[in-house]
Protein backbone atom coordinates (compact mmCIF):
# COMPACT_ATOMS: atom_id res chain seq x y z
CA UNK A 1 0.00 0.00 0.00
CA UNK A 2 1.63 3.66 -0.70
CA UNK A 3 0.59 6.62 1.27
CA UNK A 4 -0.15 10.21 -0.56
CA UNK A 5 0.00 13.65 0.92
CA UNK A 6 -2.96 15.76 -0.79
CA UNK A 7 -3.07 19.44 -0.44
CA UNK A 8 -5.79 21.70 -1.55
CA UNK A 9 -7.03 25.08 -0.81
CA UNK A 10 -10.56 25.74 -1.11
CA UNK A 11 -11.83 29.83 -2.45
CA UNK A 12 -12.53 32.60 -0.12
CA UNK A 13 -16.31 32.45 -0.41
CA UNK A 14 -16.43 29.61 1.10
CA UNK A 15 -17.82 29.36 4.61
CA UNK A 16 -17.26 26.67 7.56
CA UNK A 17 -20.07 24.86 7.01
CA UNK A 18 -19.05 24.44 2.61
CA UNK A 19 -15.38 23.33 3.94
CA UNK A 20 -16.88 20.60 6.06
CA UNK A 21 -18.93 19.09 3.77
CA UNK A 22 -16.65 19.36 1.22
CA UNK A 23 -13.99 17.25 3.35
CA UNK A 24 -17.18 14.70 3.95
CA UNK A 25 -17.59 14.59 -0.22
CA UNK A 26 -14.13 14.20 -0.93
CA UNK A 27 -13.45 11.39 1.65
CA UNK A 28 -16.35 9.44 0.46
CA UNK A 29 -14.77 9.58 -2.91
CA UNK A 30 -11.40 8.45 -1.67
CA UNK A 31 -13.50 5.65 0.30
CA UNK A 32 -15.37 4.53 -2.75
CA UNK A 33 -12.24 3.42 -4.55
CA UNK A 34 -10.47 1.49 -1.87
CA UNK A 35 -8.33 4.45 -0.65
CA UNK A 36 -8.18 4.95 3.84
CA UNK A 37 -8.19 8.97 5.13
CA UNK A 38 -5.71 8.52 7.61
CA UNK A 39 -5.89 11.66 8.65
CA UNK A 40 -7.47 15.08 7.64
CA UNK A 41 -6.19 18.30 8.62
CA UNK A 42 -8.14 22.14 8.18
CA UNK A 43 -5.07 24.17 8.33
CA UNK A 44 -7.21 27.14 7.81
CA UNK A 45 -7.82 30.13 6.33
CA UNK A 46 -4.33 32.05 5.01
CA UNK A 47 -3.58 34.67 2.60
CA UNK A 48 -2.17 33.60 -0.91
CA UNK A 49 1.20 34.34 -2.27
CA UNK A 50 -0.56 35.50 -5.25
CA UNK A 51 -4.25 36.17 -6.77
CA UNK A 52 -5.74 32.76 -8.12
CA UNK A 53 -9.02 32.94 -9.83
CA UNK A 54 -9.73 36.59 -7.94
CA UNK A 55 -9.08 34.82 -4.57
CA UNK A 56 -6.65 36.61 -1.74
CA UNK A 57 -7.31 33.76 0.33
CA UNK A 58 -8.33 30.61 1.06
CA UNK A 59 -8.33 27.54 2.82
CA UNK A 60 -5.95 25.09 3.00
CA UNK A 61 -7.22 21.20 3.49
CA UNK A 62 -4.27 18.39 4.48
CA UNK A 63 -4.83 14.47 3.30
CA UNK A 64 -3.16 11.86 4.58
CA UNK A 65 -4.09 8.82 2.51
CA UNK A 66 -3.10 4.85 2.33
CA UNK A 67 -4.48 3.13 -0.96
CA UNK A 68 -3.28 1.69 -4.36
CA UNK A 69 -3.77 4.78 -6.01
CA UNK A 70 -6.56 3.95 -8.05
CA UNK A 71 -8.43 7.14 -6.22
CA UNK A 72 -5.60 9.66 -7.04
CA UNK A 73 -7.29 9.91 -11.12
CA UNK A 74 -11.07 9.94 -9.17
CA UNK A 75 -10.05 12.43 -6.76
CA UNK A 76 -8.53 14.77 -9.06
CA UNK A 77 -10.79 14.57 -11.11
CA UNK A 78 -13.12 15.95 -8.71
CA UNK A 79 -10.74 18.60 -7.37
CA UNK A 80 -10.95 20.19 -11.26
CA UNK A 81 -14.67 20.05 -11.44
CA UNK A 82 -15.73 21.62 -8.11
CA UNK A 83 -15.73 25.12 -8.44
CA UNK A 84 -14.71 25.54 -4.82
CA UNK A 85 -11.41 23.94 -5.00
CA UNK A 86 -9.01 26.54 -6.60
CA UNK A 87 -5.55 24.22 -6.31
CA UNK A 88 -4.50 21.01 -5.31
CA UNK A 89 -1.45 19.21 -4.94
CA UNK A 90 -0.57 15.73 -4.47
CA UNK A 91 2.57 13.92 -3.19
CA UNK A 92 3.61 10.43 -2.99
CA UNK A 93 5.53 9.51 -0.25
CA UNK A 94 8.74 7.35 -0.41
CA UNK A 95 8.31 3.83 0.70
CA UNK A 96 11.49 3.38 3.75
CA UNK A 97 12.92 0.29 4.13
CA UNK A 98 13.74 -0.59 7.89
CA UNK A 99 17.48 -1.71 7.79
CA UNK A 100 18.63 -3.70 11.09
CA UNK A 101 21.20 -1.43 12.58
CA UNK A 102 24.60 -3.65 13.26
CA UNK A 103 26.00 -3.54 16.76
CA UNK A 104 29.89 -3.49 17.13
Same mark, same amino acid.
Given at each position: ????? @???? *????? !? ?31 ? *???? @? ?7 ? @???? @? ?8 ? *? ?7 ? !????? *? ?15
Amino acid at each position: MSQYE @IVFI *LADKV !DESGVKSNIEKFKEVVEKVDGTVTKANNWGKKT *LAYE @INKNRKGTY @IMFE @ITGEGQFVKE *LEKKFRLSE !DVIRY *LTIKKKETKKTKSKEN
